[in-house]
């Protein structure tokens, strides 16, 4: 039975079969990941995008997807070591790997080198000192995108940009192949989007031929933001793909187009799933108290649960129920663990699970997880041939 708002997926939850939902029911907290969801998004970005236009996955989005990306996307962005260690487990050709990150060391640039990463996003004079470095130190040769700063610590200056190209010398092992930029995430304008890609545009235009190799790499992720409440424009995410498609078309006949994102490849391909294990009523108020809580759930921009997420309940029973107003916490020890305030719900039982969609990018790790020494979730993966994998048991303890 359901009585939330459901998102534009629906709910895995209940087209799962009887022995695929008992166990989900019965490893509450957990997280379960659709890879079929996730590889029909990235479709459906491939087709708007327009053809030539290669996709580039920000791991960071979702890591427990590794071992699933490969087939789906034409690159990977890692942006860190850890990052980088999970592709190299996942068996991820190396060669569809973008390194970021504002501070590599010299030893993690030497093991990127060694992993035959594709490529290496720099971000200041230094770090591009320390690759060069590191190429001797391999004595290999590597290729490096150079990220322009959006005016925050990340990437560099246009001005940098410019004197670093001006003194680049024919002995150098660093091959600079193109531009990346990324300013932000969770955009809800296109034309925003669109301002980035003309200065983009206008400075490869003008210092294009200043790099080693034919065609000019360019790296852009838009940061392109996802409706998570019920209170967002339905879908403002895919009409902002449809209004830049056109400019990601004519880039790809222009440059080796990449284009990065997280956010919107994977939010609707997952699920948060969390039981009632107490109701209560305080002061005239119905508080339904569930087994995880805010540190495993997060939604970008969330405030104090007072953003209604798209959400269902399955109860367990079936019975008439009545509607009241009510807020579901989680079981952590502070009273700023509210997971929706004041919502319209059905009248909920102990063991009724509250389901709660589009968590797919960030939340399994951006949530303060471990707070309060409470277990980490486990982790399921409703793979593409529908059976339903339990990748991770849900136990980290301090
Ligand atoms: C360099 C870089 N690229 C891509 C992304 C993915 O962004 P989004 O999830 O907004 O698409 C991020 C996110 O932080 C990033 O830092």
């Known amino acids: 039975m359901i009585n939330g708002e ?9 087209v799962m079969d009887s022995e695929q939902q008992e166990k989900i029911k019965s ?3 957990c997280y379960v990941f659709d890879e079929r969801h996730f590889y029909e998004t990235i479709r459906q970005l491939r087709d708007e995008c327009g053809q030539g236009v290669n996709i580039c996955f920000s791991i960071k989005s979702n890591p427990w997807l590794a071992p699933y990306i490969e087939h789906y996307v034409d690159q990977v962005e890692v942006c860190s070591e850890g990052e980088l260690e999970l592709c190299e487990r996942a068996g991820i050709n190396m060669g569809c790997i973008l390194a970021g990150g504002v501070s590599k060391s010299l030893r993690e640039l030497v093991h990127m080198i060694r992993a035959g990463v594709g490529m290496i996003s720099i971000e200041s004079r230094l770090q591009l000192e320390l690759l060069e470095q590191a190429c001797r130190q391999e004595e290999s040769s590597c290729r490096c995108l150079l990220r322009v700063s959006s005016g925050n610590q990340f990437g560099m200056p246009i001005k940098e940009i410019k004197k670093i190209l001006s003194e680049r010398k024919e002995t150098s092992l660093v091959r600079f192949a193109g531009l990346h930029y990324y300013s932000g ?5 296109a034309n925003e989007i669109l301002k980035e890609m003309d200065a983009l545009e206008t400075f490869a235009d003008e210092i294009g031929s200043c790099f080693d190799k034919q065609p000019f790499i360019m790296e852009y992720g838009p940061g392109i933001g996802y409706p998570y409440f019920i209170t ?16 990601c078309s004519r880039w790809a006949e222009k440059y080796h187009f990449v284009f990065e994102a997280g956010r919107i490849c994977a939010s609707e391909a997952g699920d948060y799933i969390t039981k009632v294990v107490d109701i209560k009523r305080n002061e005239g108020k119905l508080f339904y108290i569930v087994d995880g ?13 007072y953003r209604i997420p798209y959400f269902d309940v399955i109860h367990i029973e079936k019975r008439t129920r009545g509607k009241a107003a009510a807020t579901v916490n989680g079981s952590l020890c502070t009273a700023g663990d509210v997971l929706m305030r004041d919502a319209e719900l059905e009248e909920c039982d102990i063991g009724d699970l509250f389901v709660f969609h589009n ?3 960030y939340s399994s790790t951006e949530a303060m997880a471990l707070f309060l020494s409470r277990k980490y979730p486990g982790i399921f993966v409703w793979e593409q041939n529908r059976e339903l994998k339990q990748i991770f048991q849900g136990r980290v303890l301090l």
């Open 359 to 361: 968590v797919g990018a």
């Open 232 to 247: 967002d424009k339905k879908e403002y995410h895919r009409e902002i793909i449809r209004t830049i498609s056109k400019r």
């Open 6 to 14: 459901q998102g534009a997926r629906g709910m895995m939850l209940e």
């Open 27 to 29: 490893n509450t907290p």
């Open 185 to 189: 995430t969770q955009k809800r304008s």
């Open 293 to 305: 809580g805010c540190h495993q759930l997060k939604y970008y921009n969330q405030s104090n649960g």
